[in-house]
């Protein structure tokens, strides 16, 4: 029963500011992903911009997708410093942004 309620409160995370804060400094928080494309835009903001941008792009992945293709898989590092895409298979990073 202990062990129980210890590994629950392991699981549970600590949402102080000075947590959320932490796990963004240095190399960030890394997800896993996949690809959909990158498509650069006129503005840093907009929620119809953004939802312009994902129907784009989705209209390329379908026609890939007929072909075969698949969504290459990536990992997604954010941090203080930015945006960071890296391949999941060679590592190489693809782009960044600040």
């Known amino acids: 029963s202990s062990n129980f309620i210890q590994m629950f409160a392991r699981r549970g995370q600590d949402r102080s500011e000075a947590t959320l804060i932490k ?10 992903a996949k690809l959909i494309g990158i498509d650069e ?3 840093a903001r ?5 939802q312009d941008s994902m129907m784009k ?3 390329i992945v379908a026609a890939a997708r ?4 698949h969504k290459q898989k990536i990992f997604l590092t954010v941090s ?12 190489v990073s693809k782009t960044a942004t600040r």
């Open 66 to 69: 007929s072909k075969g293709e």
């Open 41 to 43: 835009v006129s503005a």
């Open 80 to 91: 203080f410093g930015g945006i960071k895409i890296f391949d999941e298979k060679t590592g």
């Open 46 to 50: 907009g929620d119809k911009l953004c």
């Open 23 to 32: 796990r963004f400094k240095g190399d960030g928080v890394r997800y896993k």
């Open 57 to 59: 792009l989705k209209g």
